[in-house]
């Protein structure tokens, strides 16, 4: 298994991004995913916690993508990102340990 060494604040943000997954999906934890893979994700979903601005957002994103968690792709002028099966897959094996 593919394992991350993500930042407190990339840590953070990987908790926030597959719990607003979860929800989207009727999900309890990370290996929910496996069977409903609604991993899709943006900006606007870290923005929605109130825990980060639009700028920080995007820049968390960025790394988290660069680290290979999340992938960023557009579409056109849209972006359609998504958490990896491999970072929702990790995330799982450190779930119980999240704030």
């Keep these: 298994m593919k394992t991350f060494d993500l930042t407190p604040n ?9 719990e607003a997954c979860l929800e989207e999906m009727g999900g309890k934890r990370p290996s929910d995913l496996e069977r409903d893979e ?7 979903t870290l ?8 700028p920080q957002a995007k820049g968390t994103l ?3 993508d660069k680290k290979g968690f999340v992938q960023i792709e557009m579409d056109g002028d849209r972006e359609a990102s998504f ?5 929702w897959r990790w995330l799982d ?5 999240r704030p």
């Design 38 to 44: 609604f991993t899709w994700i943006s900006v606007r």
């Design 83 to 87: 958490v990896t099966t491999d970072g």
């Design 62 to 64: 960025s790394s988290l």
């Design 47 to 54: 923005c929605e916690t109130g825990l980060w601005t639009w």
């Design 10 to 18: 990339e840590l953070s943000a990987a908790f926030a991004l597959v």
């Design 93 to 97: 094996t450190v779930w119980d340990s």
